[in-house]
């Protein structure tokens, strides 16, 4: 996913955060405080490169344009907001009224990775960051509208590639997530990042990509 990690990452290094048992952070949920931050307007699909080394938004403005930019603005204008801080811990930099939830690109990847989630897609991000299984039968749905980079296709919580591997690259795609088994007749392996495919197949944070360009 560039859950890609956001992959849908994105999330990848609040996994290392997690795996010590601590339950997630507070900011996670749209009840948590929220931060002052300037306002500021959403980046176009056109604005930030597609792969290769990225400059991570640093400023509050440009975390909220960054995360904006995963999702249409019909989406992510009335959507939360989460930024993180200098040892990757959530927090809150605006909280939203549409149930969506939307993450700004990640310094630990090569490309822009961005991520919008709904509230189940949420919850399924909450399950990966803590290693804990998804909630049974809330079906997902993300937006990654500037592409993603991941480690592997096939370790969730892989940080960087296998030795001799290289970074999966999706363009911009969506990812309909935690419908468990139910991508019979799907590749498994994303030997053309440009057509529909499984990431993370046979663990439960299995979830279907969606390349839109």
């Known amino acids: 996913m560039t859950i890609r990690t956001a992959s ?3 999330l990848l290094p609040l996994t290392a955060a997690c795996s010590d048992g601590a339950p997630p952070s507070e900011p996670l949920s749209e009840t948590a405080a929220t931060a002052a931050a300037p306002a500021a307007e959403p980046m176009t699909h056109g604005d930030m490169p597609m792969g290769g080394a990225v400059k991570p938004p640093t400023t509050d403005a440009e975390v909220i344009a960054s995360a904006m930019s995963a999702a249409p603005d019909a989406v992510s204008r009335d959507a939360t907001v989460l930024g993180f801080d200098e040892k990757m811990q959530p927090r809150t930099l605006r909280t939203g009224t549409n149930g ?21 897609g949420m919850a399924w ?12 039968g809330q079906m997902g749905f993300g937006y990654m509208l500037m592409g993603g980079s991941d480690a592997s296709n096939t370790d969730p919580f892989a940080m960087k590639p296998a030795e001799g591997g290289a970074w999966v690259d999706t363009g911009p795609h969506v990812m309909v997530l935690n419908i468990g088994d139910a991508f019979a007749g799907y590749p498994t392996k994303p030997d053309n990042p440009k057509a529909p495919y499984v990431m993370f197949p046979n663990t439960p944070y299995a979830h279907l990509m969606l390349p839109v360009r």
């Open 8 to 10: 849908f990452l994105v």
């Open 100 to 120: 969506w939830t939307c993450m700004p690109d990640m310094p630990h990847s090569p490309g822009t990775d961005p991520m919008c989630v709904d509230q189940n």
């Open 125 to 136: 991000a909450e399950a990966w960051m803590t290693r804990k299984n998804p909630p049974a």
